[in-house]
Each structure stands twice: as C-alpha cells, then as structure tokens.
C-alpha cells in the first residue's frame, strides 16, 4: 500500500449468494464488531436484486454498495439486462467488470469490458476492472503479457480524468475460489508490473495515483503480506466477504495507522 498516493480499497464481492434477508443478518453481525475505518474504503458487491436491501442495511457501516455486473448499452431490448444509470439511480458507486467467472461462463471478452468500462465512467461511476492469468499461462511463462494486453484493452479510449477513477483488480483466476494464494511476491510483481503498463499508456503521476487491489483466497491469515506490497492497495475478496468475522479481519488489516 503507498497511502501517500492513492486509496486503499476493501471490496467484497459475494457472487451470487445472501438473500436480501441474509444480507440484514450479515449487517447486523457487522455492527456489533465494525472499528472506525480510518485508512480504507470498504465496499460490498452484492447481486443486483439486493442493491436496496444492502443499501438500507449498510447505511450505518461506512460500507459501499457496488454491483456485480453492468450491461453497456443505456437502454433498450437487452432482456435480463440492467444498465449504469439503473445502478447509479440506486446509489451505486462501484461495478466489477470483467471477474474472470464472467470472462468464462459468459464469453465477456476483452472489447465488451472495455465497453462495460466505459458505460459505468460515463455514469460517474468507478469500475473495479478485474484481470488475471490462468495456471497454464502463468506456466508458460506468458503472465505479464497476458496481463497487459488485458490491462490495455480493458482501458481503451479511457481519458487519463476518468482512470483516476478506476480501480484495477489483479485476480489469478487459479486462485480464485481455491484456497490458493499467489504468495505476496508473486502478487506484488504483477501487480507492479500493471502500474508500469498504466504508466506508459497515461505518465507516471497518474500511474502512481491508481488503485490496485490483489484478490485470490485473500483471507485474514495472508491479508496483512499481501497488502505490505508497495503496488497493492487493497483487496477483492470473495469468499471471506461473507463472514463478517473474515472481512472485518481483513478490513483491520488494512486499517493500520
Ligand atoms: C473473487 O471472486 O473476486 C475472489 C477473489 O474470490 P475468493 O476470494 O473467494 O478467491
């Protein structure tokens, strides 16, 4: 974390788990042990359906409430699908776009997250844009190519006012949801690696001022190395995020003055 630069960020992503009433328990779990967060900003995505449930429920916890998903086009017969302004009109103010579980089940490729990207600036949101190498390509040893040709692809036509908006997520997708870790060197390399792509595309003073967040298995033992990393600046955490013990865990990890 560089705190001097650019904000530590604390995400959840839930996938699709916790019902909206889940959601309230999960919230009143959060209150009764929620510190004074004073170095990080805390958000939850939550499905779509539970965007005004969470809303309510978090509106005492300093957590944001961000979606999971976002369609590009405004309007129109796109059956199933929910626009930026839709999300906005809900008080969203993050959107994960391109999680790699959408890159695989739902053929995203790198142009429709580019296009994704766009629509949730344009809304005067933040996208929180996830990248990330699978197993076999980390062991061909094409991982920072992989990774960049994403990174420049998902940032295509984005003006250097709006990056500073974005939020990149490095996720190697063979960590995700599998209990393995990258180890924080190996984090922390990519993920410099990344800011070094931002900084030939936009200069090194908006290179510097990105967040960058590792997310992987994060979890309460590991999270305090990972964020030791001078280019990672927070966390996007999927399966820790549903235990309010975990991410408040996690949350502290960031937390230190
Ligand atoms: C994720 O889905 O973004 C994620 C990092 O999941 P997990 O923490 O469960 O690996």
């Keep these: 974390m560089n705190r001097r630069y650019r904000k530590t960020v604390i995400a959840g992503n839930w996938k699709m788990n916790m019902t909206a009433s889940e959601t309230k328990k999960f919230a009143e779990e959060m209150k009764k042990i929620m510190p004074r967060v004073k170095w990080c ?11 005004p449930a969470a ?10 409430v961000g979606a999971e998903n976002v369609y590009f086009e405004g309007r129109g017969a796109y059956t199933g699908e929910i626009s930026a302004e839709m999300l906005k009109d809900l008080g969203v103010k993050y959107v994960i776009v391109g999680h790699s579980e959408r890159r695989q089940y739902f053929c995203e490729t790198d142009a429709v997250v580019n296009k994704k990207v766009h629509a949730v600036l344009d809304a005067g949101m933040t996208p929180i844009i996830c990248v990330g190498e699978s197993l076999e390509q980390r062991e061909t040893g094409i991982t920072s190519e992989w990774i960049a040709l994403q990174v420049k692809g998902a940032l295509h036509g984005v003006a250097a006012d709006k990056l500073r908006r974005c939020i990149i997520a490095y996720e190697p997708i063979w960590a995700i949801g599998t209990g393995k870790t990258a180890t924080a060197e190996q984090a922390g390399e990519v993920c410099s690696n990344i800011r070094a792509t931002i900084r030939s595309l936009y200069g090194a003073r908006i290179a510097r001022s990105v967040t960058i967040q590792y997310g992987g298995s994060m979890n309460p033992k590991n999270a305090a190395e990972l964020l030791s990393q001078p280019d990672i600046d927070g966390g996007l955490i999927g399966g820790a995020s549903l235990k309010p013990d975990q991410f408040l865990e996690i949350i502290n990890a960031a937390n230190q003055d």
Excluded: G, M, Q
């Excluded at 900003?41 to 965007?51: F, G, Q």
């Design 41 to 51: 900003e805390t958000l939850i995505c939550v499905p779509s359906c539970n965007i």
């Design 55 to 64: 809303t309510k429920a978090f509106k005492d916890l300093r957590i944001s």
